[in-house]
């Protein structure tokens, strides 16, 4: 069983920072890529950014710039460090990775986080 637990969510007034946290937990044998998506009210959720294991990273048009991701791979965390923030991205993010969990196997699972929501106040 493999967990994700994002934390670092909350209310910030525009043009301020906050930091998402994503920790893995469970078996785990290797993290291939991590993401971060974005769910507005009534949409379907939006990729963000992502990092490979290498760490390459790829960011949406709408926050390049302004975020950025990163991982810890000795902690199984990802990050995403959230700078100059609008009130358009008020949404809940989502933390998502490929894992794989058995030794004998080299197939990667896609988990999901629970969520963490990121109000921006004007």
């Known amino acids: 069983q493999v967990q994700l637990v994002e934390s670092g969510g909350g209310l910030v007034q525009a043009g301020g920072s906050l930091r998402l946290s994503c920790a893995a937990s469970?078996?785990?044998?290797?993290?291939?890529?991590m993401r971060w998506y974005r769910q507005f009210p009534g949409k379907q959720r939006e990729l963000v950014a992502a990092?490979?294991?290498?760490?390459?990273?790829n960011y949406a048009d709408s926050v390049k710039g302004r975020f950025t991701i990163s991982r810890d791979n000795a902690k199984n965390t990802g990050y995403l460090q959230m700078d100059s923030l609008k009130p358009e991205d008020t949404a809940v993010y989502y933390c998502?990775?490929?894992?794989?969990?058995?030794?004998?196997?080299?197939?990667?699972?896609?988990?999901w986080g629970q969520g963490t929501q990121v109000t921006v106040s004007s």
């Open positions: 990092i490979s294991m290498g760490g390459s990273t």
């Open positions: 998502n990775a490929d894992i794989r969990r058995d030794y004998y196997s080299a197939r990667y699972f896609s988990n």
């Open positions: 469970g078996t785990i044998v290797s993290i291939n890529e």
